[in-house]
């Protein structure tokens, strides 16, 4: 049976209006007002820069290369990422502490830096230490705990209002995503339960992929035609609860970096996607929360295989980025002089 033209423009148009808030925020986010107009680029001197991309290098080459694929089935790989997280933040000046979960015992790793004006007020930064089977995880995610000890280790001796959370998760991969004894989700849960004041939490997912080359980039269908087709860029993704944070982060890491940043702000149930990682632990939390990533599978073919090896990353652009998230940070933290 043929769908009558009328029923098919009553669809088409219902689609269209389901889409239209998400045209105009993409449109917002994307316009000339939003974006800055005086650089405020923080600058690493040239030596510095070597320096941190030699860092970022070596966080992933021993965790995915060293270490390798790192999962419940080999409990001493995940000794062995926590042991080498809590030296990395011990040798940045911070107290590592534990947060114990499941049966089994898992662990978060945990350091702060205690803010000066409003302590209690907390941006937690996140990013799983944890693989699938059969993947070193260098992108996935080892990626993201190298920008985290980067940006815990650069940050360390600033001054700044509210307080740093930097959180090492396990147990975000498959049998646990989603389920009582993922690491992020056990720790959104406590701090829900001790009214812990998380005002901003970004989930570092992913961040070591990066090409120019034309079509290298792919989207979920119904929001591909409104973004580059250059893998070039960070994303930025929120639920509508998290519109407010996206807005004021990427505006800020925009005024702060000239590395290219694109936003998504869209209700969950049209790209599902965009709860793969520890941030919708937050979301069900009722915290504000941003997945920060390379889009994962939609540039990067090595996703959850062997081939996800340390070689494949642009650790030139992981430095840049990380320069950006810091500043980043310090905008919406602000410092005690502001």
Same mark, same amino acid.
């Given at each position: 049976m043929v769908m009558p033209i009328f029923a098919r423009k009553i669809? %088409?148009?219902?689609?269209?209006?389901?889409?239209?808030?998400?045209?105009?925020?993409?449109?917002y986010i994307n316009s000339s007002r939003f974006l800055c107009k005086?650089?405020?680029?923080?600058?690493?001197?040239?030596?510095?820069? %070597?320096?941190?991309?030699?860092?970022?290098?070596r966080h992933v080459y021993y965790l995915a290369e060293t270490i390798g694929e790192r999962h419940h089935e080999n409990p001493s790989s995940l000794d062995k990422s926590i042991d080498y997280i809590?030296?990395?933040?011990?040798?940045?000046?911070?107290?590592a502490s534990f947060e114990y979960f499941g049966e089994a015992n898992y662990r978060n790793v945990i350091a702060e830096l205690p803010g000066v004006l409003k302590p209690d007020e907390v941006i937690l930064v996140g990013a799983h230490y944890d693989t699938v089977w059969l993947s070193p995880g260098a992108d996935d995610n080892a990626s993201g705990v190298a920008?985290?000890?980067?940006?815990a280790r650069i940050i360390r001796d600033r001054s700044l209002n509210k307080t740093i959370q930097f959180v090492a998760f396990g147990n975000e991969e498959q049998p646990f995503a989603a389920g009582p004894d993922m690491g992020s989700a056990v720790h959104a849960s406590r701090a829900?339960?001790?009214?812990?004041?998380?005002?901003?939490?970004?989930?570092?997912? *992913?961040?070591?992929y990066y090409t120019d080359e034309p079509g290298s980039q792919h989207y979920p269908e119904i929001i591909g035609w409104l973004y580059p087709d250059k893998a070039n860029f960070v994303g930025f993704v929120a639920n509508l609860p998290s519109g407010k944070l996206l807005l004021q982060s990427l505006k800020s890491f925009r005024c702060n970096s000239d590395f290219p940043a694109e936003g998504l702000l869209i209700p969950e149930n049209f790209v599902p996607d965009i709860r793969r990682s520890d941030h919708a632990s937050f979301w069900d939390q009722n915290y504000p929360a941003l997945l920060v990533t390379d889009t994962a599978f939609y540039r990067n073919e090595n996703y959850h295989t062997l081939a996800d090896m340390p070689d494949t990353l642009n650790y030139e652009k992981m430095a840049?980025?990380?320069?950006?998230?810091?500043? *980043?940070?310090?905008?919406?933290?602000?410092h005690p002089v502001d």
């Open positions: 669809i %088409v148009g219902a689609v269209l209006l389901l889409l239209l808030p998400t045209i105009i925020l993409f449109t005086e650089k405020k680029e923080m600058r690493l001197t040239g030596q510095e820069m %070597v320096y941190l991309r030699k860092a970022l290098s809590v030296h990395e933040f011990e040798q940045a000046g911070y107290s920008v985290l000890l980067e940006i829900r339960q001790d009214d812990t004041a998380i005002v901003a939490m970004f989930s570092l997912e *992913m961040l070591g840049e980025l990380t320069i950006g998230l810091i500043s *980043m940070l310090e905008s919406l933290s602000g």
